[in-house]
């Protein structure tokens, strides 16, 4: 009986005839070889003529072929290592940024939280400080760079008005061993942001030329990976991180939609007049929709052109 | 006392408060569930909170169409919790293909069920049936289980392809994960008028209260 049907899976070429008997085969070493499967294929099919892929019924009879104690074993084997390679491969830049973001985001929260404990430990010593300087930044490499009489004397404070205690030696360092910590951890954080802005000069450099670089980056978290967002419609860009909000909407209309997610924190919008939010919102999550599309083509870079026909369009706006 | 219950392959204990799955890999825990020896067999607890297949059974759910030796396609295995109580049952002659699109997942599957000679990992998705079609057989039962929009689709377009003639289905819906502005209800009652077009409903179960909006279809195929 003639040859009649070709298919391919991860085991091999195999080439069954009209009874779905096995006539010919050709079993892959490994998977370089199902990498390139058509090679393979087209041999086999000079050397039979003409044959069909099964579609419907020859498909079933032909994936019942494969149902088979001795197959199964092939096939765990074969699905496994292309598992493995598939799990290594998928990591990308999008993954690396996401992760990156994400430590900065607990970092973050990690420093206010020791700042606000920093404060109030060390106000028993020398309050006069922690009430002058408001930035925790400043306030944080301050103390642990100088003395507790030079910071009074720079604040104009008499050494004997000082409401703070006096502590013993031991005391002291212990305070300023939390301050010691919280400053490396605010030098952590600039390096990641350095290191994102890197990353992303290299994965999405027209989104991060619009949106900034934490945004976007937020956004990238938010939708998992570049192409996800890229397939996103501007208006869901415009909202996204307004999920509550917007699905409040949905369920109850008397509810109003939500104008704008995380893209609110973006400059253009938090210095523009409160009326011209959603406006300015909505424009903006334009642009940051056809640059995310370009950077995910690798397309060339146009983010300047996006950023001014922004400007002006805002501009215009009343 | 851990004796047999009504379904194939599950036990539970005397006052019927738990069920339980023989480990194929004695020894070896897959999420931190609670394991009972007795006369030397190692028993795996089937959480229902974690588990919708197990929330099925505890809602007297009397089969659930796998048994020994049975070869399941598994869509949505996610980090392995029921695919490795889908492995127990059907044992050692049994197949199991464990299907997830996600990277983050298929890591710690793999890692978890490394012991188990009857699953084979798969990192691809449902939808695509081509990619599917290289890498499974065909398969005597197929547990659906994806927070997905177009989840009936997938599930309709795996049983043709994939399911044997008489063979069963399970699936589970999140009525939320489809449209969050419709009625939980309305939902099912879509969902089981399309399902009948084609194929025979066997059970249905609400998975209350261990999951909320969900509910298991078991169908067989014409």
Redesign the interface.
């Known amino acids: 009986m003639p040859a009649k049907f070709i298919f391919t899976n991860i085991l091999g070429v195999f080439v069954f005839n009209e009874n779905y008997k096995l006539v010919d085969g050709l079993l892959f070493k490994d998977l370089d070889q199902f990498d390139e499967k058509e090679k393979h294929e087209k041999q086999i099919e000079e050397k039979h003529g003409s044959l069909e892929k099964p579609s419907g019924d020859d498909l079933y009879k032909i994936l019942e072929f494969f149902k088979d104690k001795k197959y199964l074993s092939e096939l765990r084997k074969k699905n496994i290592a292309l598992t493995r390679v598939s799990v290594k491969d998928s990591v990308n830049n999008d993954l690396l940024i996401i992760q990156t973001i994400d430590a900065v985001e607990e970092l973050n929260r990690t420093i206010n939280l020791l700042t606000k404990r920093l404060r109030e430990w060390y106000s028993l010593y020398n309050p006069e400080v922690s009430n002058k300087v408001k930035d925790h930044e400043k306030f944080v490499s301050s103390i642990v760079q100088k003395k507790k009489d030079k910071l009074l004397e720079e604040l104009n404070i008499d050494k004997n008005d000082s409401l703070g205690a006096e502590l013993k030696e031991k005391d002291v360092a212990a305070i300023l061993l939390l301050a010691s910590q919280i400053n490396n951890h605010y030098k952590l954080r600039s390096h990641y942001e350095k290191y994102l802005q890197e990353l992303e000069k290299e994965t999405c450099p027209n989104l991060a030329s619009i949106l900034g670089v934490t945004i976007s980056a937020r956004l990238l978290d938010h939708s998992g990976s570049l192409k996800r967002l890229a397939e996103m419609p501007a208006s869901t860009l415009q909202i996204l991180g307004a999920e509550k909000a917007l699905f409040r909407h949905l369920k109850n209309k008397r509810n109003p939609p939500p104008k704008y997610g995380m893209i609110h924190e973006h400059p253009l919008i938090l210095n523009a007049p409160r009326k011209n939010h959603g406006r300015i919102a909505r424009a903006l999550a334009d642009k940051a929709s056809i640059a995310v599309r370009v950077d995910y083509f690798k397309g060339e870079f146009m983010g300047d052109k996006l950023r001014k026909d922004l400007e002006k369009k805002i501009k215009n706006l009343r | 006392m851990i004796a047999k219950s009504k379904i194939f392959e599950v036990y539970e204990d005397s006052n019927r408060r738990n069920i339980y799955t023989v480990n194929l890999v004695p020894g070896k825990k897959v999420y931190e569930e609670f394991i009972a020896k007795q006369n030397n067999i190692e028993y795996r607890e089937w959480d229902p909170h974690s588990s919708k297949l197990a929330a099925a059974i505890h809602n007297r759910c009397q089969n659930i169409f796998i048994r020994k030796n049975d ?1 399941v396609l598994y869509l949505g295995s996610s980090t392995g919790t029921t695919c490795s109580h889908v492995s127990d049952i059907v044992g050692k ?1 049994g ?1 199991v ?1 464990a299907v997830d699109p996600a ?1 983050r997942v ?2 710690d599957l ?1 890692f978890n069920l490394e012991g188990r ?7 691809e998705s449902a939808n695509h049936i081509e990619k599917l ?7 005597d039962v197929i547990y659906q289980d994806i927070a997905q929009k177009s989840q009936l689709d997938i599930f309709l377009k795996n049983i043709n ?2 399911l ?1 003639k008489q063979g069963y289905a399970i699936l589970c819906v999140k009525a939320r994960s489809i449209d ?2 419709k009625k939980p209800k309305q939902i099912f009652n879509d969902i089981k008028f399309a399902l009948e077009k084609t194929l025979t409903i066997v059970d249905q179960r609400t998975l209350e209260p261990f999951q909320k909006d969900h509910m298991l279809f078991i169908v067989k195929k014409k």
Do not use: Y
Request: aromatic share 12%; no cysteine; glycine share 0%.
């Open positions: 070869v002659e197949f293909f990277s298929m890591r793999i000679k009857n699953v084979a990992p798969l990192l079609a290289e890498r499974v057989s065909l398969v392809v994939f044997k969050v502005t």
